[in-house]
């Protein structure tokens, strides 16, 4: 049985923050219902402008089923009220006070159901003075300090790569909802769930500001580099993915690196001596280490390095980027069908991530349909077909009138 089998999920969540946090509660086994604009579903479906459900949207709805609700209609509306009762949770990360224009806020909801979960998303939270702004992940990661860290020491600010902003986000409100969800066995209450992107970010920021312990207010930007000789590295064939990132940081990790190497004699060079000495001689001791990983692959270098200090804690070494076969995380690389007959190389995040994973990705179905127009109506279509155990990619924009996955658990 899957971790969190048997919770059951109204997704309102789109893009990216919102989407994954759904996305983590259904690989733990939820049963996530993705509730969208007819016709029109999840904006993120056409972010590549192609036409068709983009690799972006798959990547953050897989394990998902979908029904399309328009909200903004009495019908709608009435429908989306006739559900709420038959589930755990509910997930939006509208503008602030969308929810509440559609007459869908949280005490609404909690009337009709004691015991929801009400999850909401937001830039600034749903208070202060910026709570009204409009946010995304580069926004939230500039507001929460993540620019200013980020960069060369003589560059301006820079946005770092990785979406931690929506992402993280989505990932802070998963464990929220899970909290609220124990709690609620015990109380039989549920409550709101509300996550502020720019807090998440400062949240990451944890280490880089405790920092200024001893470092200079405001902390400076050091590029690659921090304590010397931790650093990125060249390495053979010279392409630009062709570098290892190295870390030392301790007395210890010196003297294991300068043996792993081969390079004894550094241990002696006075300008290497101690951690300040190196420090200042930083540029001279990165090309002698850079010297060394230029003859050897990136995976040729870590192996060696590995090879060298295997059970050992002092030293740490790492190349790559995500590829199949040779992925650095334990992500199961696999290749699903999306019903439009596209062949998609997708990345689902197995066992090895969390225990008791759901493995089980929903089938995607292909036509828009239209608003639903009764509860009778959904119900007989849903039940119209039933979720397999076989893998697939993420669902098609909802069907309410041709075919979508229905439970029996949601039957009136």
């Known amino acids: 049985m899957a971790a969190r089998d048997g919770m059951k999920v109204l997704d309102l969540t789109q893009y990216e923050a919102g989407t994954t946090c759904t996305q983590y509660l259904a690989w733990l086994g939820a049963d996530v219902v993705k509730v ?6 999840d904006p993120g479906r056409n972010v590549a402008g192609k036409g068709r459900d983009s690799y972006y949207f798959l990547s953050f709805n897989n394990n998902k089923k979908s029904v399309a609700i328009a909200l903004d209609t009495p019908v709608g509306r009435d429908l989306f009220l006739r559900l709420v009762p ?17 007459g869908l806020g949280y005490d609404v909801l909690s009337a009709l159901n004691p015991g929801i979960i009400y999850a909401t998303i937001k830039g600034f939270g749903t208070s202060g003075p910026y709570a009204g702004y409009k946010c995304f992940d580069m926004i939230a990661q500039a507001a929460g300090g993540a620019f200013s860290v980020t960069g060369d020491p003589d560059g301006p600010p820079m946005r770092p790569g990785a979406t931690f902003g929506d992402t993280g986000s989505g990932v802070h409100a998963a464990l929220g909802i899970l909290a609220a969800y124990v709690q609620r066995q015990r109380t039989g209450r549920g409550q709101v ?19 200024r312990e001893w470092r200079s207010s405001p902390i400076q930007r050091r ?15 010279g392409g630009p993915n062709d570098y290892i990132y190295i870390m030392v940081v301790t007395s210890r990790m010196w003297d294991a690196l300068i043996a792993a190497i081969d390079m004894p004699e550094l241990g002696m060079d ?25 003859q050897r692959t990136k995976f040729e270098a870590m ?110």
């Open 86 to 102: 038959k589930f755990d949770v509910v997930v939006e990360n509208f503008t602030l006070g969308t929810m509440e224009k559609l």
């Open 270 to 294: 006075p300008r290497f001596a101690t951690v300040r000495d190196r420090h200042a001689n930083g540029d001279a001791l990165w090309e002698i280490i850079a010297g060394w990983t230029r």
């Open 223 to 237: 590029g690659n580099r921090t304590v010397v000789p931790t650093d990125l590295y060249p390495c053979a064939p």
């Open 303 to 412: 192996q060696h390095l590995a090879a060298a200090f295997a059970g050992r804690r002092n030293f740490s070494a790492f190349a790559g980027k995500l590829e199949p076969g040779r992925s650095p995380v334990r992500t199961v690389f696999e290749t699903g069908v999306h019903r439009s007959g596209d062949e998609l190389h997708i990345d689902i995040e197995a066992d090895a991530f969390l225990p008791q994973m759901v493995r089980r990705i929903v089938a995607a179905l292909v036509r828009v349909g239209r608003h639903a127009e009764t509860e009778e109506e959904i119900v007989r279509l849903l039940e119209q077909a039933r979720p397999g155990s076989y893998t697939y990619v993420a669902p098609a924009r909802g069907l309410c009138l041709e075919r979508v996955w229905y439970d029996e658990g949601y039957q009136p």
């Open 193 to 211: 769930v509300e996550i502020a992107m720019q807090e998440v970010i400062a949240n990451f920021m944890r280490e880089p500001m405790s920092q």
């Open 36 to 41: 969208e604009r007819p016709g029109v579903g």
